[in-house]
């Protein structure tokens, strides 16, 4: 028998992702992140029943991505669109992709009141540290000292504040079931976001409350580092100041 | 006809809502539309309608263009600075061609200004507001009849042409109370299907709802479709009222509260010898321009009466086109004038 009728698939693009190319740059974490989670609705078998919110910025055409129902959401507003459409069709299974522009700076109030109110969502919050759409500007979760094209000489904490830790903010409140900050710099962290990706669909699906995963997320083209370098950067200094783990689990 | 019962116009709107099949209100309290955040909190969810009081006018409107890309019929209420932190999402549902229904219960402005009745948001609700080449149905009530009368109307103009709708109110209207008939309820699944709306992919291909098309031909050609129901709009969708008018010489053009003074003022004008007509724009987008420049034709002059500096006194004189000349009578700040003030303006013009 010729060797190649003995292949058999073991790895393959996720059902639930139209063939649609991403517009991420290469080595971006996005794609990554958008494969997790095609996988994780894969997994639980909610294609049919699920709606992707897109933010502004890099994720801009991420319900194009999906071959589930997607909408396109206002500059921050993605939390209260997905409120709107959880609230008018509560069978719905209704995700958030949000980077740290959209989350933490313009939408911040919607990123609150939602998950206080206990929506149940589930917030894909791309934590990459700068504007990458807009050309790598400073963001409310760019490190201290770190360059942006709005803060040449690097973040300066007496006048830009330092960065926010949405996931401790979030954390605070009574609402949230889950809330986790995960990282893709290596093969064991992928398979732990994952795993965090499905869980907070599964509660959605399951327990009916709010969940956000933050991924702590490269941007090479913007932070002028390869994808490997980009992969150190956040094992050695990311973490330090966005440390990963589960910071909520009441399912 | 259905028995009538005393309402403000601010509950008859919310209560015409529910009945016209809204599922999904979001507001956020600003006077002098508190009674409509108010009865949606106690009467919507009875209804098995959604209610969410949210934590902003910019918030509340998102969830409404969430719940319209739902396909359920949704609505936001505010007054003239809540409208202003709306514009943002108004131009989103409009470029992203969803139904939602907004009610301005306007107050005076600009700024915080006051919460007297005012007519200042013409130009915000008829010329944009919001950014890009986008219109808004705009009805324009003078009574709280016509505030439930066309609440629902907005429902189905909104749903219809897949064009957001807003009802242009004042402070008077909104807190007035009055004999109402309301209409009679109907069930939300009674409704024409919205094919395009999120549900989910089940049995067929994704629904995507978006305002956003990078490449420039492409947004065009969404302009023009959009553009060609606007035209579709203006020619099939004119309201306007005429009282008097058949043998009037002299004309008063007014709209919304302004519009129910001038009828008292034309009842007096006429005891006094004057032939005076009004004609009241209750679309003020479309605005009923050829029908007013008709009349323009055999008036001596048409008095523009607003409770703004003269904003829609601009599509009065767009309508008129010289034909005749087109004073105007303003009051601003809040303070409405009596039909005495109005007829001593008349006086001038006769």
């Given at each position: 028998?010729?060797?190649?009728?003995?292949?058999?698939?073991?790895?393959?693009?996720?059902?639930?992702?139209?063939?649609?190319?991403?517009?991420?740059?290469?080595?971006?974490?996005?794609?990554?992140?958008?494969?997790?989670?095609?996988?994780?609705?894969?997994?639980?078998?909610?294609?049919?029943?699920?709606?992707?919110?897109?933010?502004?910025?890099?994720?801009?055409?991420?319900?194009?991505?999906?071959?589930?129902?997607?909408?396109?959401?206002?500059?921050?507003?993605?939390?209260?669109?997905?409120?709107?459409?959880?609230?008018?069709?509560?069978?719905?299974?209704?995700?958030?992709?949000?980077?740290?522009?959209?989350?933490?700076?313009?939408?911040?109030?919607?990123?609150?009141?939602?998950?206080?109110?206990?929506?149940?969502?589930?917030?894909?919050?791309?934590?990459?540290?700068?504007?990458?759409?807009?050309?790598?500007?400073?963001?409310?979760?760019?490190?201290?000292?770190?360059?942006?094209?709005?803060?040449?000489?690097?973040?300066?904490?007496?006048?830009?504040?330092?960065?926010?830790?949405?996931?401790?903010?979030?954390?605070?409140?009574?609402?949230?079931?889950?809330?986790?900050?995960?990282?893709?710099?290596?093969?064991?962290?992928?398979?732990?976001?994952?795993?965090?990706?499905?869980?907070?669909?599964?509660?959605?699906?399951?327990?009916?409350?709010?969940?956000?995963?933050?991924?702590?997320?490269?941007?090479?083209?913007?932070?002028?580092?390869?994808?490997?370098?980009?992969?150190?950067?956040?094992?050695?200094?990311?973490?330090?100041?966005?440390?990963?783990?589960?910071?909520?689990?009441?399912? | 006809?259905?028995?009538?019962?005393?309402?403000?116009?601010?509950?008859?709107?919310?209560?015409?809502?529910?009945?016209?099949?809204?599922?999904?209100?979001?507001?956020?309290?600003?006077?002098?539309?508190?009674?409509?955040?108010?009865?949606?909190?106690?009467?919507?969810?009875?209804?098995?309608?959604?209610?969410?009081?949210?934590?902003s006018e910019v918030a509340a409107i998102n969830m409404c263009y969430g719940a319209a890309a739902a396909g359920v019929r949704t609505m936001t209420s505010s007054s003239s600075p809540g409208i202003s932190l709306k514009l943002e999402g108004i131009s989103?549902?409009?470029?992203?061609?969803?139904?939602?229904?907004?009610?301005?219960?306007?107050?005076?402005?600009?700024?915080?200004?006051?919460?007297?009745?005012?007519?200042?948001?013409?130009?915000?609700?008829?010329?944009?507001?919001?950014?890009?080449?986008?219109?808004?149905?705009?009805l324009a009530p003078s009574t709280v009849q016509e505030a439930a009368e066309l609440a629902t109307l907005a429902f189905d103009l909104s749903d219809e042409y897949r064009v957001p709708a807003l009802l242009l109110a004042d402070g008077m209207l909104g807190q007035m109370l009055e004999?109402?008939?309301?209409?009679?309820?109907?069930?939300?699944?009674?409704?024409?299907?919205?094919?395009?709306?999120?549900?989910?992919?089940?049995?067929?291909?994704?629904?995507?709802?978006?305002?956003?098309?990078?490449?420039?031909?492409?947004?065009?050609?969404?302009?023009?479709?959009?553009?060609?129901?606007?035209?579709?709009?203006?020619?099939?969708?004119?309201?306007?009222?005429?009282?008097?008018?058949?043998?009037?010489?002299?004309?008063?053009?007014?709209?919304?509260?302004?519009?129910?003074?001038?009828?008292?003022?034309?009842?007096?004008?006429?005891?006094?010898?004057?032939?005076?007509?009004?004609?009241?724009?209750?679309?003020?987008?479309?605005?009923?321009?050829?029908?007013?420049?008709?009349?323009?034709?055999?008036?001596?002059?048409?008095?523009?009466?607003?409770?703004?500096?003269?904003?829609?006194?601009?599509?009065?004189?767009?309508?008129?086109?010289?034909?005749?000349?087109?004073?105007?009578?303003?009051?601003?700040?809040?303070?409405?004038?009596?039909?005495?003030?109005?007829?001593?303006?008349?006086?001038?013009?006769?």
């Amino acid at each position: 028998m010729p060797e190649t009728q003995t292949l058999t698939k073991v790895f393959a693009r996720p059902r639930s992702l139209t063939d649609k190319r991403f517009t991420y740059c290469p080595g971006c974490h996005h794609g990554l992140i958008t494969r997790i989670l095609g996988s994780a609705i894969d997994k639980l078998g909610i294609q049919e029943k699920t709606v992707i919110v897109a933010p502004v910025g890099c994720a801009v055409f991420a319900y194009e991505w999906f071959r589930c129902d997607g909408v396109q959401a206002a500059h921050g507003r993605a939390a209260a669109v997905a409120t709107g459409i959880k609230r008018a069709r509560p069978d719905l299974t209704v995700v958030s992709y949000q980077g740290d522009g959209d989350l933490a700076a313009i939408g911040t109030a919607e990123t609150i009141h939602a998950a206080n109110r206990g929506e149940a969502i589930t917030v894909i919050f791309v934590n990459n540290q700068i504007y990458g759409m807009t050309g790598g500007q400073m963001a409310p979760t760019t490190l201290d000292g770190q360059r942006a094209t709005s803060c040449p000489e690097g973040r300066d904490p007496a006048t830009m504040g330092h960065p926010l830790r949405v996931a401790e903010l979030i954390a605070t409140l009574a609402a949230p079931l889950y809330v986790t900050r995960q990282s893709l710099h290596d093969a064991k962290h992928i398979a732990q976001a994952t795993q965090a990706v499905e869980k907070a669909l599964r509660y959605q699906v399951e327990k009916r409350g709010y969940s956000l995963v933050e991924i702590v997320a490269n941007c090479p083209t913007g932070w002028k580092m390869p994808p490997q370098k980009a992969n150190e950067h956040i094992a050695g200094t990311v973490t330090k100041v966005f440390p990963l783990g589960d910071l909520v689990d009441r399912g | 006809m259905a028995q009538r019962q005393l309402m403000t116009g601010n509950e008859a709107m919310a209560e015409a809502a529910i009945r016209a099949g809204c599922r999904a209100y979001f507001g956020y309290p600003i006077t002098p539309q508190n009674e409509i955040l108010e009865y949606m909190a106690s009467h919507l969810p009875q209804a098995g309608g959604a209610f969410v009081q949210a934590e902003s006018e910019v918030a509340a409107i998102n969830m409404c263009y969430g719940a319209a890309a739902a396909g359920v019929r949704t609505m936001t209420s505010s007054s003239s600075p809540g409208i202003s932190l709306k514009l943002e999402g108004i131009s989103y549902l409009a470029g992203a061609d969803l139904p939602c229904v907004i009610l301005n219960v306007a107050r005076g402005g600009p700024g915080l200004g006051n919460i007297a009745p005012a007519q200042g948001d013409y130009f915000q609700a008829t010329k944009g507001g919001g950014h890009g080449d986008y219109r808004l149905i705009v009805l324009a009530p003078s009574t709280v009849q016509e505030a439930a009368e066309l609440a629902t109307l907005a429902f189905d103009l909104s749903d219809e042409y897949r064009v957001p709708a807003l009802l242009l109110a004042d402070g008077m209207l909104g807190q007035m109370l009055e004999p109402v008939a309301l209409p009679t309820p109907r069930d939300p699944g009674s409704l024409p299907p919205k094919p395009w709306a999120l549900t989910g992919a089940a049995g067929r291909g994704p629904n995507y709802v978006a305002s956003f098309a990078l490449d420039p031909l492409d947004l065009r050609d969404l302009n023009l479709k959009r553009h060609a129901r606007y035209r579709e709009i203006e020619a099939r969708e004119l309201r306007w009222e005429e009282v008097s008018t058949s043998d009037a010489d002299l004309l008063i053009v007014a709209y919304g509260t302004m519009g129910r003074i001038a009828k008292t003022v034309v009842r007096q004008a006429r005891r006094e010898g004057i032939r005076l007509g009004l004609f009241r724009p209750i679309t003020v987008w479309p605005f009923p321009y050829a029908p007013l420049g008709e009349l323009a034709e055999r008036v001596k002059a048409v008095l523009t009466v607003e409770l703004s500096a003269g904003q829609m006194w601009e599509d009065v004189r767009l309508a008129v086109e010289g034909r005749c000349p087109t004073p105007f009578y303003g009051e601003m700040g809040g303070v409405v004038p009596t039909p005495s003030d109005i007829l001593r303006e008349v006086k001038r013009c006769a």
